[in-house]
């Protein structure tokens, strides 16, 4: 009886440990190692990468085809060949790399010799051939430690031994019985022992003698390519296969070990925690697992086979292992949680699939468009429907798959339901069936309840049950207020453990009242949108909205809120796609951003996603779903399917590496490294600095997390996100101390590290530099006495040259004001001079009377260019001459001056010459008026001094741009003396007499220069006694691309501008006023005077005008105000100011009051017939 008892326990325990293995089996995702690439992007110097190692701090140091690059899981350091750098690389090809046990890096490049960098990563120490004769070689192929003495092997060159002092010792074949001189591998056992691998055949070193070994089962010594210390002994890599030799010094040979002949030669082996081995071989990465074979491992890149020269497993079990072409593959330790299918490739046949659900034999059904419906098995392989389904379903877009009690699948997609039969039948209910319709809008929820009935949701349509069996509606909610779903804009529907049906969407949380048949909402749960909810067990209720993720626990009283988690926790601010409760209560959601973790135990929240293997971080809308066995699906949105293991436990928590990385100042703006040590001094001008801090985690970089703290200056801990970089700016003299803290993706906390440093005084306040102000405030004070009198003196000198120039200031600006009033009061009267005159010649007169009146009015004419002149003068000397720059045709400006000049010239019995050089530029870019203005100003002069001969007017281009006028004259000539003071203002040729002969007022000729020089130009003078002149003018304009011809301004008859207008004038000036009745009657119009604003704001109540023009400077209500005040009260008759006033503002201030002409005094016919026309156009 006891006997049969015992047997009955141990095959109860024999049947529960099969359980609990098939248990495991079931629940573990297919394994399919995915890499995570550094690359370029990281500042990865080259994607060929010889060899990899990891220092004390827990950097991964790699040797590249491109120079040596230290990682920190942000980014790289590289060390490159400078020329000329006697510290640094001697090249940038490294074909070895080892850390030393003093931690400083031994580097190899080729045909280099050997390069050794300290320990605080500064400068490379040499040794070469050309200096150290003792080596046999400059071309190191590999390194080993042991103890204090470095080994290392070279082509051609033997065993080196290099001690801790830099002596070397060489071992070779001729002398010491080394197999070969090109020693390939080497390789320290647990022993002590060194091996070495050279091209012919495995060594070893017994002593201080070396000892050739032969490997089992071989003839010839083959080429030994690696060497590996694993815990199980050596691992050595062959041409002619692999041989493992234990601690006992017993030799054997894996069964796969032919595999790895060459071609395919062993270079590197690694072993996990696992138990599986990683193999570097001659043809890529293998990865062998117990009694299996080995199998080769999908990197991605080149799909062709290459070399894979090191492997680097860290401590928690992460694996480095190069990738042809892309870079440096990092595998994570827990790598075998997820799995990831991606395309055709992997048996995927959907483009995207919206629809996930478990099945019951294993593994998830999985619904995508043009009806592809897939099942993807727990070992991971993908089969589908047979043809006639799949043809059947072609077109359908399947958003929701559910497969019910008795095995049939269920499919919800745009129009209606599908069930597809244990036997491949077939059946479709849509919206629009008489029998058991389909509710209306997309079927995009399927849920199997506990009695093995069907529900189903659709946004817009509302919720239905159906029995399975026969597809009958047995419950229809439709989608209104009168049911509880509003508007219907369902997110999700949910079952809960008890058999309630639930509801989430734009309303917040419902739950189904079966005694009613409509849904009641749950006002505890708010009434914020809902994306998704999940039950854990029957007493708790999660929710996901875009404000966050929150708790709520069943109470006797109803749900109470719980655990809130929000961004500041990490959770996105987005809607969840789906949501998910494993077996250890931790919730898993599904969002454009990537899969999410949160553990309510440790309120950690961990991101899933590219740096896990996934292939997208996008998932899919509804495609999350948890199988039996605790395993997740999620869809991306690249058309993959991403498997996570949620019972396997999270990598055993463990302390990250932190480490203050750089210090950078910021001199002459830009951030140079110094030399970073505790207690480190900076410069006396440093006033800006940088900090970096890396924690040395590489599982997901990017989510390590740092916080920093300034002794005595922060308040509290300042967090730095996930760069590790502090700046400080403007620290007050003084020793400070910074700590600094992180944390890293699974939230392990590293150990607190501090930084001291020292920020000194500036150079004025150290206790030389204040000696030093002491003696030179002791000097001053006697230099004082001894100065102070010629202080006096210079002070009184200063101060007599500024009130000089003060008075001069005051001076030249009194003139400028006493111009400008000058101006403005001198055209008026002129208005009345010239309007006069001008009535007067259209009058009846006899010879003698209208000589007279042309005598006036040419007076009148001289003395306004007087005016004009004196007033460019004093715009020039204030600085405010402006240029009205555009684009203008030569000729035609030319053409008019000549008509201007030529007729004056031959009165006077002188030839007027004009030549125009073929390659002018036909239109130009300046100001027209002003070259005008400086051509006749030139023209007049020579005309005005010449008595006989010729006067001429020469066009030429200027090289390279720009254009050169040339006025000659065959007058008197001018001396040199003469030509010094021709250009200063009020200066003529022969002073006094010159201007009591030719008259002038000495303006013309300064002006004209100054116009030149501000549009960058000069004239210069070529003349001698008795030879003319020649004034030549050199203007650097720019050509035009295209330039319309501008014909020369017509003087206008009167009366030919417009017909005749009914006008309003609104004048105070009585002379004025009648001289512009006159001509503007004269011309035909009608026209009302107003002598001031009131009296036309009358005249404008009481008729109509067809214009008004308004002087600015009327006595009470100016014209601004006036034509303000009109434009207000609708008046929309064209507005033409007329002022005396001579500023550049005017005309910018009228505009904006809303004239649409402007013209200065004195006016003419012409001018008020011209400026009429072109208001009336406006």
């Known amino acids: ?25 079931l629940a573990a995702v297919p394994e399919r190692p995915r890499l995570r690439i550094v690359g370029a992007t990281q500042g990865l110097p080259s994607t060929e990468i010889k060899a990899l190692a990891r220092d ?74 050309a200096t150290r004769p003792e080596l046999g070689s400059d071309d190191i192929w590999s390194f080993a430690s042991q103890g204090d003495a470095v080994w290392f092997g070279t082509y051609d060159g ?42 012919a055949g495995l060594a070893r070193l017994q002593g201080d003698r070396i000892e050739r070994v032969r490997l089992p089962g071989t003839d010839a010594a083959p080429l030994v390519y690696s060497l590996t210390v694993q815990a199980e002994g050596l691992w050595v890599g062959t041409a002619a296969g692999v041989w493992r030799h234990d601690p006992g010094g017993e030799w054997s040979q894996p069964d796969w070990s032919p595999m790895f002949q060459r071609p395919n030669a062993m270079n590197a082996i690694s072993h996990d925690r696992n138990g599986a081995s990683w193999i570097a071989s001659q043809r890529g990465l293998w990865r062998q697992q117990g009694a299996d074979p080995p199998a080769p491992v999908r990197l991605g890149g080149p799909d062709i086979p290459r070399p894979i020269n090191a492997l680097q497993l860290d401590p928690d079990g992460a694996l480095w292992t190069p990738v042809a072409g892309l870079g440096l593959g990092y595998l994570r330790p827990d790598w075998r949680q997820l799995a990831q299918f991606s395309g055709v490739a992997d048996g995927l046949q959907g483009a995207m699939y919206r629809a996930l659900a478990p099945s019951h034999s294993g593994g998830f059904w999985l619904g995508g468009y043009n009806g592809v419906v897939q099942r993807l098995a727990a070992d991971g392989g993908i089969d589908g429907l047979d043809e006639d389904s799949v043809e059947r379903l072609r077109g359908i877009k399947v958003l929701a798959i559910a497969e019910d009690r008795d095995g049939r699948l ?31 809008g997309q079927v995009d929820q399927l849920r199997i309840a506990a009695d093995g009935s069907l529900w189903l949701s659709a946004p817009g349509g509302g919720v239905q049950q159906r029995d399975p069996a026969s597809g009958r509606v047995l419950r229809d909610i439709p989608a209104d207020a009168a049911h509880g779903l509003g508007s219907g804009d369902i997110e999700t529907l949910m079952l809960a453990p008890q058999g309630e049906v639930w509801v989430a969407g734009s309303d917040g949380v419902a739950v189904l009242d079966a005694a009613r048949g409509s849904f009641r909402h749950m006002p505890a749960l708010g009434g914020e949108r809902v994306y998704a909810l999940a039950f854990d067990g029957d007493g708790m209720l999660w929710l996901q909205r875009q404000s966050g993720l929150a708790q709520y626990r069943r109470s006797s009283t109803g749900w109470q809120a719980g655990v809130q988690v929000d961004t500041a926790h990490g959770m996105p601010a987005v809607g969840a796609a789906g949501i998910q409760v494993d077996r250890r209560h931790r919730v898993w959601l599904s969002t454009p951003r990537g899969l999410y973790r949160y553990d309510p135990r440790s309120r950690n929240m961990r991101r899933h996603g590219m740096r896990d293997g996934a292939t997208s971080q996008e998932f899919l809308d509804h495609a999350l779903a948890m199988s039996a066995q605790g395993v997740l699906a999620a869809a991306t949105a690249d058309g993959g399917i991403v498997l996570v293991d949620t019972t396997l436990a999270d990598p055993a928590p463990a302390v990250p590496s932190l480490r203050f990385d750089r210090l950078s100042v910021r001199r002459n703006g830009d951030w140079r490294d110094v030399p970073l040590h505790d207690g480190f001094r900076l410069g006396r001008d440093d006033r800006e600095f940088r900090i970096r801090a890396r924690l040395l985690s590489f599982n997901d970089p990017d989510s390590n997390r740092y916080w920093s703290k300034l002794d005595g200056f922060d308040q509290g801990w300042i967090a730095l996100g996930a760069s590790g970089d502090r700046v400080f700016t403007g620290l007050a003299p003084g020793l400070y101390t910074v700590r600094i803290r992180a944390r890293d993706a699974a939230g392990n906390a590293a150990k607190e590290q501090q930084l001291t440093f020292a920020v000194p005084p500036p150079w004025w306040r150290s206790w030389w530099a204040q000696a030093l102000s002491a003696l030179l405030a002791l000097s001053a004070v006697a230099a004082i006495a001894m100065s102070y009198r010629a202080r006096l003196k210079r002070r009184h000198a200063m101060q007599l040259t500024e009130a000089k120039r003060a008075l001069a200031e005051q001076a030249s600006e009194a003139k400028s004001r006493f111009l400008a009033t000058l101006g403005h009061e001198v055209r008026t009267p002129m208005t009345g001079v010239l309007g006069m005159s001008e009535l007067l010649r259209g009058s009846r007169l006899d010879d003698r009377q209208r000589s007279q009146v042309d005598a006036i009015h040419r007076a009148g004419q001289h003395l306004l260019r007087l005016v004009d002149d004196a007033l460019d003068l004093a715009r020039i000397e204030a600085g405010k001459l402006e240029l009205a720059n555009a684009d203008f045709a030569l000729r035609p400006l030319l053409d008019e001056v000549a008509g201007l000049m030529a007729p004056v010239a031959e009165r006077k019995g002188l030839a007027f010459v004009e030549h125009v050089d073929a390659d002018v530029a036909q239109a130009l870019h300046g100001d027209r008026t002003r070259l005008q203005q400086i051509l006749l100003n030139l023209l007049g002069n020579a005309i005005k001094f010449t008595e006989a001969g010729h006067v001429a007017l020469e066009t030429a281009a200027l090289a390279p741009q720009g254009i050169r006028f040339v006025v000659a004259d065959s007058g008197p000539g001018l001396s ?30 300064a002006i004209s220069q100054e116009l030149a020089a501000a549009m960058g130009g000069r004239i210069v003078v070529e003349s001698a006694p008795g030879q003319g002149s020649r004034f030549i003018v050199e203007l650097p304009l720019a050509h035009a691309g295209t330039a319309l011809p501008v014909a020369a301004a017509q003087p206008m008859s009167r009366g030919d501008a417009t017909e005749a207008l009914r006008l309003l004038l609104v004048e105070d000036d009585p002379i004025v006023a009648e001289v512009m009745l006159g001509l503007l009657r004269e011309q035909g119009h009608a026209v009302v005077h107003a002598a001031h604003g009131l009296a036309a704001l009358s005249e404008v109540a009481t008729q109509r005008f067809d214009a008004a023009l308004l002087d600015l400077d009327l006595p009470g209500l100016d014209g601004i105000a006036l034509a303000r005040m009109l434009r207000a009260q609708g008046v929309a008759v064209p507005l033409l100011a007329v002022t005396a006033r001579s500023d550049a503002e005017a005309e910018i201030h009228a505009r904006a009051a809303g004239f649409d002409g402007f013209l200065r005094k004195p006016v003419s016919g012409g001018a008020l017939s011209e400026a009429l026309a072109a208001a009336l156009r406006r």
Not at 1 to 25: N, T
Not at 90 to 111: F, H, I, K, Y
């Open 56 to 129: 004390r701090a827990g950097y991964l140091w790699i040797a590249t085809a491109d120079g040596l690059a230290r990682y920190d899981g942000l980014g790289m350091r590289v060390w490159r060949h400078q020329p000329g750098d006697p510290q640094g690389l001697p090249g940038n090809n490294v074909q070895a790399l080892m850390v030393g046990s003093d931690d400083r890096v031994w580097v190899a490049t080729e045909g280099g010799g050997i390069s050794v960098l300290d320990a605080q990563r500064q400068a490379f120490t040499h040794y070469r051939k």
């Open 1 to 25: 009886m006891r006997v049969g008892r015992v047997r009955m326990l141990r095959q109860w325990g024999a049947l529960l440990g099969l359980w609990l293995l098939c248990a495991c089996a």
């Open 410 to 440: 269920w499919l919800g997609h745009r129009n209606g339901l599908i069930r597809i039969g244990n036997d491949g039948a077939i059946d479709e209910w849509g919206v629009g069936d008489v029998r058991d319709a389909a509710p209306g």
């Open 158 to 199: 033997g065993l080196h031994r290099m001690d801790l002092k830099g002596r070397i010792r060489r071992y070779t074949m001729a002398q010491d019985g080394l197999p070969s001189d090109t020693v390939l591998a080497l390789a320290v056992d647990a022993g002590g022992v060194l091996w070495i691998g050279t091209d």
């Open 976 to 1005: 040199p003396e003469q030509q010094s003071r021709l250009f200063r203002r009020f200066e003529q040729a022969e002073g006094a007499r010159t201007a009591s002969r030719y008259g002038g007022s000495g303006l013309g000729l």
